[in-house]
């Protein structure tokens, strides 16, 4: 497996994520299939989006070898508000210094209850 990840584009605007993880290297770190892993980002419990024309995943939404604890959850709440998987990875980087930086720091912290209740209050 290749441990080091891409830089990520970010904008002006946003912070992004600190690096990009492909998808093939994605389930080798959570030893699993390419296929299971390619069924977790249809059934949104995996947040993937292209760049470069290649399927990526935000590095910092698998810590170790497990995708964030809430971060299914977050991606469920996100999804039923309409957001796509372009505007979700915005919202889950959008600086908030009220939670850790960014919603997706926070959410393997002690805000992720926080950002699950932020998230579901977009449904509204």
Known sequence: MNDSVTAGSTSS?????????PLP????????SISKVNQMVREGGLLAV???GIRVVP???VANS???KHLPGVLTLLHD?????EE??????E????????????????RAREVKRRAQALGF
């Open 81 to 85: 508000a309409g957001y796509n998987d």
């Open 25 to 32: 290297d994605v389930a080798e770190k959570l030893d699993l």
């Open 66 to 68: 497990t995708v964030l």
């Open 13 to 21: 605007a946003t912070t992004g994520p600190s690096g990009w993880i």
């Open 95 to 110: 600086p908030d210094e009220t939670l850790d930086g960014n919603a997706a720091r926070a959410l393997g912290g002690d």
């Open 50 to 52: 292209r760049r470069d």
């Open 88 to 93: 979700a990875l915005r919202w889950l980087y």
């Open 59 to 61: 590095a910092e939404l």
